[in-house]
T-cell receptor, first 110, second 112 residues
Framework: DAKTTQPPSMDCAEGRAANLPCNHS???????VYWYRQIHSQGPQYIIHGLKNNETNEMASLIITEDRKSSTLILPHATLRDTAVYYCIVRVYRDDKIIFGKGTRLHILP | DVKVTQSSRYLVKRTGEKVFLECVQDMDHENMFWYRQDPGLGLRLIYFSYDVKMKEKGDIPEGYSVSREKKERFSLILESASTNQTSMYLC???????????FGQGTRLTVV
């Protein structure tokens, strides 16, 4: 079973920051948080991952709470092309299984 | 560019046929995965492999088998296709532990 909980859907206005929450209250100390997204009819695409520090790359920022029980993916200036299902995944250290939950369907509104 | 390639984008097979779905990666990754994706059910792990000739069952292995004879290739086999195996099938690979997964474009299989 997936170890994360995400809202099923969210809306965000184009040009605004999209903040996608994820709850992973049972995360272990050596588990990483990964985010992927899936645009319609394509395979999932990696976005970002982190252990306990906040991370930023060209696509997004990842904010992990100090207790590591939740995280937020931030898309700083959402565009229509960011419309997708976003998956938050906790990856068990040294276990190669990747288990997806239901994700959050993000709608970007023009 | 790194690539995970699935042999077919669309496939139509008859009930009872033996079906092979092929996946090839060019990143020298150790780990490979097969998922199926259905509306309302998300991505579900069928099988994965962490080395040549090694395989592990995922959450829904029934009705499927896999083969990993070479590091770059991971095949999903439907021994006797049934209509409830109509789905989108996605292959993925990862390298060392905790690196990101790369996915293929998917194979939409219809069993009639």
């Amino acid at each position: 079973d997936a170890k994360t909980t995400q809202p099923p859907s969210m809306d965000c206005a184009e040009g605004r920051a999209a903040n996608l929450p994820c709850n992973h209250s049972t995360i272990s100390g050596n588990e990483y948080v990964y985010w992927y997204r899936q645009i319609h009819s394509q395979g999932p695409q990696y976005i970002i991952h982190g252990l306990k520090n906040n991370e930023t790359n060209e696509m997004a920022s990842l904010i992990i709470t100090e207790d590591r029980k939740s995280s937020t993916l931030i898309l700083p200036h959402a565009t229509l092309r960011d419309t997708a299902v976003y998956y938050c995944i906790v990856r068990v250290y040294r276990d190669d299984k990747i288990i997806f939950g239901k994700g959050t369907r993000l709608h970007i509104l023009p | 560019d790194v690539k995970v390639t699935q042999s077919s984008r669309y496939l139509v097979k008859r009930t009872g046929e033996k079906v092979f779905l092929e996946c090839v990666q060019d990143m020298d990754h150790e780990n490979m995965f097969w998922y199926r994706q259905d509306p309302g059910l998300g991505l579900r792990l069928i099988y994965f492999s962490y080395d040549v000739k090694m395989k592990e069952k995922g959450d829904i292995p029934e009705g499927y088998s896999v083969s990993r004879e070479k590091k770059e290739r991971f095949s999903l086999i439907l021994e006797s296709a049934s209509t409830n195996q109509t789905s989108m099938y996605l292959c993925a690979s990862t390298g060392d532990t905790n690196t990101e997964a790369f996915f293929g474009q998917g194979t939409r299989l219809t069993v009639v």
